[in-house]
């Protein structure tokens, strides 16, 4: 789904709980109370995303803190891809919120489409096997996002303002806690997809970005608080 038809679409879905606003343009306290609240979304797999998208927002603003600081001038090329990088990842995690609660909810309309006959029970089925697959890609997405607010962050580390240092390692922390939350929401729908071998490799999927995801966070984590000063990274090849 597309970041346009996921908005269209999360304006109808959400719409018990606001009927005319996606989770970006809520307030934080809306946010948190609907969560808090009896409706069905947002759920864990949303705030998995929102956590996420917290996470590149942190990036974004180290980089952006650290260029064209004399400082760290052999780092400036590094500070002009991050930050417009990481702000599109914080933009794509809160589009991915809203998808999470798209799919979540379509789940739960399966479940109430009638079974009285075995035609209706085929299509019951079906329809929830479908359901179920959009609410698995819709969290591997998110899980995805976090490598790469993970990768950010860690390129970042020891070569940007070090009076914001910390906010890179909450930002590997967000990362690794997004990625864990939405690997969490990947693995329970696989067992509702009917499709053994596909749920198999997607769990593989999820568990292997996940674990990649942590590796790297503990890398930056050790560079912060180490203190340590790295090298320029290599300019990326056309």
């Known amino acids: 789904m597309d970041r346009t038809a996921a908005r269209v679409a999360s304006a109808s879905t959400i719409a018990a709980v606001d009927p005319s606003t996606s989770f970006r343009d809520q307030t934080i306290v809306q946010f948190v109370e609907q969560l808090g609240s009896g409706a069905p979304v947002p759920g864990g797999g949303s705030a998995a995303a929102i956590a996420g998208s917290l996470g590149a927002a942190l990036v974004a603003m180290v980089g952006a803190l650290s260029t064209d600081r004399p400082k760290y001038a052999d780092h400036a090329a590094l500070h002009a891809r991050v930050v417009p990088a990481a702000r599109a990842l914080a933009d794509r995690l809160l589009d991915l919120a809203d998808e999470d609660a798209v799919a979540y909810a379509g789940y739960g309309e399966a479940f109430k489409l009638p079974k009285a006959t075995p035609e209706e029970q085929h299509a019951r089925t079906a329809a929830i096997r479908e359901a179920a697959l959009a609410s698995t890609l819709a969290p591997l997405r998110t899980v995805e996002a976090t490598l790469e607010v993970a990768t950010l962050a860690e ?53 292997s970005v996940a674990a990649e995801v942590e590796r790297i966070a503990a890398r930056t984590r050790e560079v912060v608080r180490s203190g340590e000063d790295r090298d320029p990274l290599p300019e990326p090849t056309a």
């Open 155 to 207: 390129s970042l580390a020891g070569r940007s303002n070090r009076n914001a240092s910390s906010d890179l390692e909450v930002a590997a922390l967000l990362a690794v806690t997004a990625c864990r939350a939405a690997e969490a929401n990947v693995t329970i729908n696989l067992p509702s997809i009917g499709d053994e071998a596909r749920a198999k490799d997607l769990g593989a999927r999820a568990a």
